[in-house]
Nanobody, 116 residues
């Protein structure tokens, strides 16, 4: 059974840090590109960062320098280290991957709330 389990969100003061984790099961993780998305209520889901199976990374402009995506193939887990958080980073964060040509069903996500 395929599962994506995000964790690590919480309340954090502006300027603070959080590390999100996404544990996967049932996914051919080692050969899979992994993605972190975020979504605020009433808004479209936005790609934040991605990491290929070979370790190449992409970060959207608004999080470059502040966020870092990484992966641990031994743990079938992808991470998102978030530093210098600001109010605009308040969102629900989701991980995903493409299997058989399509994104998987979305997991429950993890909520990040930044306060001033």
């Amino acid at each position: 059974q395929v599962q994506l389990a995000e964790s690590g969100g919480g309340f954090v003061q502006a300027g603070g840090s959080l590390r999100l984790s996404c544990a996967t099961s049932g996914v051919n993780f080692v050969f899979s590109d992994m993605y972190w998305y975020r979504q605020a209520p009433g808004r479209q889901r936005e790609l934040v960062a991605s990491i290929t199976s070979g370790g190449s990374t992409y970060h959207t402009d608004s999080v470059k320098v502040r966020f870092t995506i990484s992966r641990d193939n031994a743990k079938n887990t992808v991470y998102l280290q978030m530093n210098g958080l600001n109010l605009e980073d308040t969102d629900a964060y989701y991980c995903n991957t493409i299997q058989d040509g399509a994104l998987l069903d979305w997991g429950g996500g993890t909520q990040v709330a930044v306060f001033s």
